[in-house]
């Protein structure tokens, strides 16, 4: 983005609520009109205090109640009364977190993975067969993926199936304890079949993991071989029935191979349309990225309704006479609590607008015949989005709980529960940290990508202007260079930092450097034996990480400022750009130890970032009802007693009884009145003495 983008502030800014929230809203704004008025009934809604079995069955009776509203049919094929609109589709499921977690995840498993699966790895015979009930619930289903020996290392799951061409059926077998297939929803109570991820064998050769449909139940239970149990009471979402299925030589007909992407013919001859067995098994899974997705989009939604909560409390509740001796302060005139809740304001907007160009993504790739280049950015994008929304989530949950004290710790103003039901998320479809690292591959093999590119002059040029570069930021140079531009001025260097230009030019130039330096590191790695090569990946893991978490703060950054360009409204844009600012500040002031030892900033800019930030928060304090009003929750939503108006009537019922008593002559004296006229006197009765 160029350097010169105006930013169009205006003196004295007001925010369009109305049109914000609708730019919130996104592509798919009447999908998610229609989800959230859904969210606000009754029916769909947690009840506290539930036991995990009355928990259970209602979430179960929810999922017939959605049925029964039409809104679970938006991604299946027309032809069965479906719409064809993955991305809406996932657009509504995410709201359903507002109601109950448990209500969206049970959801997502039964519609977005088991049905997905059907649908997506499966061809038309599959899906006559078995979509109709899919959709009707008449056929709940598991996912059958993870294994407790394996978690996120689907290739090595122990599961097979092997194929029997004299019967032409496939056996599915649990060889061990360690392959059983668990954390599995719908499994323990509802699931009537599954989708059960296997290593394929025929004619003795193993082709990698594939997906089965293998019915699991009746109405007397278990089918014969096939045993589970109930993974019991959760730290969360406790309305979902999670358990754990193993299958003891249970047959099933060829034809139950889900088989759009590998085939087993009658007499066991295996074929595929993807010839690479790595490449095939990464499609497969490719197309099951839509739990990330929606998880992306959930925690997005579930950090809303704690900010509205969180902000709508500190507006209302006052603590301390420090600025006046007969009204306290509301909580959010005080400056730690507005560097407690708006910055996190501002992660929330780069998270939502982040999701809706994800969204975009995966509605492009999910309606047309996309490309494998198209499908591998979609998957990555999801893998760096998914852990910072999840992780951000948790971080914003707990400070909205602490922010609100001990109320926030009472369960009626749902902090406490949103926390407990999202701690899952964040090893939900993949653990953070193992997605980030997959992230941090494609970083690596993009920039050896570049590298090939460029011919033998390019690349000259490319390693002198490295070395040329850590040879400045070592000698400190451009340190030197910055606090001579600056020349100490303050002004200048918050200029500097609320560029746009430099705030990206920052970002940008930390996922750089550490790509860079990683693949400095491991350079020729691929040369060395295994347990070599697999030694030094080890030892910089956490570079690795790192690289992949600053790529996609890079990410939202560039979405959130793509969103500001948009606005029309001079107020809102200038809220927003402000917004905008605090977030990337706050992002480099997290890691300002860094920008410093790399030469990227100077400390003298690093001085300034803190109190510029600080002015940041001045300027938005007054705009942070505003911010949270536009995520357009209402108090169906929140479901929060403090946010009812019962504080700001407490409050009043406060003040009107101290004004009466003041201006009553029963009014009680206070001490330090009755002190201060004493020692007046006293010094009085001094001054009167030393006269005589």
Not at 47 to 60: D, K, N, P, Y
Not at 254 to 275: F, H, K, M, Q, W
Not at 561 to 577: A, F, K, M, W, Y
Request: charged content about 25%; hydrophobic content about 40%.
């Amino acid at each position: 983005m160029s350097q010169d983008v105006p930013e169009s502030i205006t003196e004295d800014p007001r925010v369009d609520v109305a049109e914000l929230g609708e730019q919130l809203l996104g592509r798919w704004a009447d999908v998610r009109r229609t989800a959230r008025a859904l969210a606000a009934e009754p029916r769909t809604q947690k009840i506290e205090g539930q036991s995990m079995a009355e928990h259970r069955e209602r979430v179960l009776d929810q999922l017939g109640y959605l049925v029964e509203q039409k809104s679970v049919h938006r991604a299946f094929p027309k032809r069965m009364g479906g719409e064809e609109n993955p991305g809406g589709n996932i657009a509504g499921f995410e709201e359903l977190v507002v109601a109950d977690p448990s209500l969206q995840i049970k959801a997502g498993v039964q519609w977005g993975l088991f049905g997905s699966a059907v649908l997506h790895l499966g061809t038309s015979e599959h899906h006559d067969a078995w979509l109709p009930g899919i959709m009707s619930l008449e056929i709940p289903g598991a996912f059958a993926m993870t294994e407790i020996g394996h978690g996120s290392d689907v290739a090595s799951i122990a599961t097979t199936a092997t194929y029997d061409p004299a019967a032409e059926e496939f056996v599915v077998h649990t060889p061990f304890r360690a392959a059983w297939k668990d954390y599995l929803g719908n499994a323990a109570l509802h699931g009537k079949a599954a989708v059960v991820f296997a290593q394929l064998i025929t004619a003795g050769v193993n082709h990698g993991v594939h997906a089965f449909y293998v019915p699991i139940r009746d109405e007397n239970g278990f089918l014969p071989g096939i045993g589970g149990e109930d993974d019991g009471l959760k730290g969360g979402l406790n309305g979902i029935d999670n358990g754990r299925l193993h299958f003891d030589n249970v047959r099933i007909p060829r034809t139950n191979l889900l088989n759009r992407y590998g085939d087993v013919a009658a007499d066991g001859t295996y074929s595929s349309p993807i010839e690479s067995p790595g490449r095939r098994f990464f499609t497969m899974l490719g197309t099951l990225v839509q739990g990330r997705v929606s998880l992306d989009g959930a925690a997005t939604a579930a950090s809303k309704v704690a900010l509205q909560i969180a902000v709508g409390y500190a507006n209302e509740r006052r603590q301390f006479n420090a600025s006046s001796d007969t009204t306290e302060e509301v909580l959010l005139d005080y400056q730690r609590h507005q560097r407690r809740l708006l910055p996190r304001i501002a992660t929330t907007y780069a998270m939502s607008f982040a999701h809706e160009e994800l969204l975009e993504k995966f509605h492009e790739v999910f309606s047309q015949d996309a490309t494998d280049d198209a499908r591998q950015d979609l998957e990555t994008l999801a893998a760096a989005l998914k852990p910072l929304s999840t992780w951000n989530a948790l971080d914003i949950l707990q400070e909205c709980r602490e922010a609100c004290g001990g109320a926030g710790f009472i369960v009626k103003n749902r902090f406490t529960s949103l926390r407990a039901d999202l701690d899952i998320y964040v090893t939900f479809e993949g653990d953070n940290n193992v997605l980030l690292q997959l992230v941090a591959k494609r970083l690596l093999a993009d920039y050896a990508e570049e590298f090939r590119k460029l011919d033998a002059g390019a690349l000259t040029r490319y390693v002198a202007r490295r070395a040329e570069g850590v040879a400045l930021n070592q000698s400190g140079l451009r340190q030197l260079a910055q606090t001579w531009t600056d020349a100490g001025s303050e002004k200048r260097s918050a200029n500097f930092l609320k560029d746009p230009g430099t705030q990206r030019n920052l970002l940008a130039e930390r996922v750089r450097t550490m790509v860079a330096e990683v693949a400095e590191d491991l350079k020729g790695a691929g040369k060395l034996p295994q347990a070599r090569a697999a030694a030094v990946f080890n030892e910089r893991q956490e570079q690795i990480i790192s690289a992949a978490r600053a790529h996609a703060e890079l990410l939202q950054w560039e979405a959130f400022t793509r969103q500001v360009e948009l606005v029309e409204d001079p107020g809102t844009r200038s809220v927003l750009t402000w917004l905008r600012d605090l977030f990337g500040l706050c992002l480099i002031e997290r890691d300002l130890g860094w920008f410093q030892m790399s030469g990227l900033l100077s400390s003298q800019r690093a001085r300034t970032l803190g109190p510029y930030i600080n002015r940041l928060l001045a300027r938005l304090r007054p705009h942070a009802q505003d911010l949270v009003d536009a995520f357009g929750y209402t108090q169906e939503h929140l479901r929060a007693e403090i946010v009812t108006g019962i504080e700001a009537e407490r409050q009043e019922e406060a003040m009107a009884y101290f004004r009466t008593l003041r201006a009553s002559a029963d009014a009680p004296i206070d001490e330090k009145i009755i002190l201060a006229r004493k020692r007046a006197a006293e010094k009085s009765a001094k001054k009167a003495r030393a006269g005589k």
